[in-house]
């Protein structure tokens, strides 16, 4: 099966300050990346749609200044989430696409961030 | 907008017995594919099993069956001779049409405790 990667796993950092997250998939090409936020003892909710060399698109709510997407390659996506608040605290999961699978979604392992 | 509900937040069952997880789903899309993820304490989402709304076979994997019943938009996860290593969050999930390049829309979650 796809081999997706997320980096880092876990981060705690000071409020104010600004944390990138890197997802890779390892043996596909990436079309289209999706960007899920998943709060505690909640379900996974999409934050954005990125499709590659384009401008993500943002769900309503989701601040786009706020929570920087690119994806500059087929195979590389980051999430940086600037300012970060407390209120910002979750798990992030990134979800690539291939344009071939047809039907799966894979996942990356998720990353924790904690915002003191 | 499609919505997916799952009405059971927790569930129990003991070991080696069957359980079923329910979930409905509103559409007005013709053209869709149906999961159902698990999401152990590790947070990395596993697909279990999918369903595309144009077979009227229901999908099976081992021990995973599903039941579903496009008229009503009901997709129940039946889990035969449960395990210990079942315990984990249960997510419905659908898809607009067949591309893989939509996002999914969860359901809110099912917790199911496997009982030894």
């Known amino acids: 099966g796809a081999v997706v990667s997320q980096h880092p796993s876990r981060v705690i950092c000071k409020s104010g300050t600004s944390v990138k997250i890197e997802c890779r998939s390892l043996?596909?090409?990436?079309?289209?990346m999706f960007w899920y936020r998943q709060f505690p003892k909640q379900s996974l909710m999409l934050m954005a749609t990125?499709?590659?060399?384009?401008?993500?698109?943002?769900e309503q709510g989701v601040e786009k200044d706020k929570f920087l997407i690119n994806h500059a390659s087929l195979t590389l996506s980051t999430l940086t989430v600037t300012s970060a608040h407390p209120e910002d605290s979750s798990f992030y999961i990134c979800?690539?696409?291939?344009?071939?699978?047809?039907?799966?979604?894979?996942f990356g392992p998720g990353t924790r961030l904690t915002v003191t | 907008a499609q919505t997916v509900t799952q009405s059971q937040p927790e569930m129990s069952v003991q070991e080696a017995e069957t359980v079923t997880l329910s979930c409905t789903y509103d559409?007005?899309?013709?053209?869709?594919?149906l999961f159902w993820y698990k999401q152990p304490p590790s947070r990395q989402m596993i697909l279990v099993i999918r369903?595309?709304?144009?077979?009227?076979q229901n999908a099976t994997e081992n021990r995973f069956s599903v039941n579903f019943q496009k008229a009503a938009k009901s997709f129940s996860l039946k889990i035969s001779d449960s395990q210990l290593g079942d315990t984990a969050m249960y997510f419905c999930?659908?898809?607009?049409?067949?591309?893989?390049?939509?996002?999914?829309?969860f359901g809110k979650g099912t917790r199911l405790s496997v009982i030894a």
């Open positions: 979800s690539p696409s291939e344009a071939t699978s047809g039907f799966e979604q894979y």
């Open positions: 043996d596909f090409q990436a079309t289209t």
């Open positions: 990125s499709n590659e060399g384009s401008k993500a698109t943002y």
């Open positions: 559409t007005s899309e013709n053209n869709y594919y």
């Open positions: 369903q595309e709304a144009y077979k009227q």
């Open positions: 999930a659908f898809m607009k049409g067949y591309s893989g390049n939509t996002p999914l829309v």
